[in-house]
């Protein structure tokens, strides 16, 4: 147990890493100056036009990668409150 402390920065920098990634958020289109959401519709249609999107929902497996992230970053606190 007292080997894994000099990693504990570093198994925590990893798991925050991967608990924010996200790769169907893009942030290019929610920055986008020409992006209005009065009512929240308005843009829809563009997202589902981008020929850029090489991935699909029913694909994604990333929620797995950050709910492993968040259950070991879980575990790091319980174990080690310092």
Request: proline residues 5%.
């Amino acid at each position: 147990p007292n080997t894994i402390s000099t990693f504990i920065p570093q198994i925590t920098d990893l798991c925050l890493q991967y608990i924010r990634y996200d790769p169907n958020y893009n942030e290019d289109a929610m920055m986008d100056e020409d992006f209005e959401m009065e009512d929240g519709f308005e843009d829809f249609d563009e997202w589902e036009e981008e020929e850029d999107i090489d991935y699909s929902d029913d694909e994604d497996v990333s929620w797995k990668v950050r709910k492993a992230a968040s259950k070991a970053l879980g575990e790091i606190i319980r174990n080690r409150p310092d």
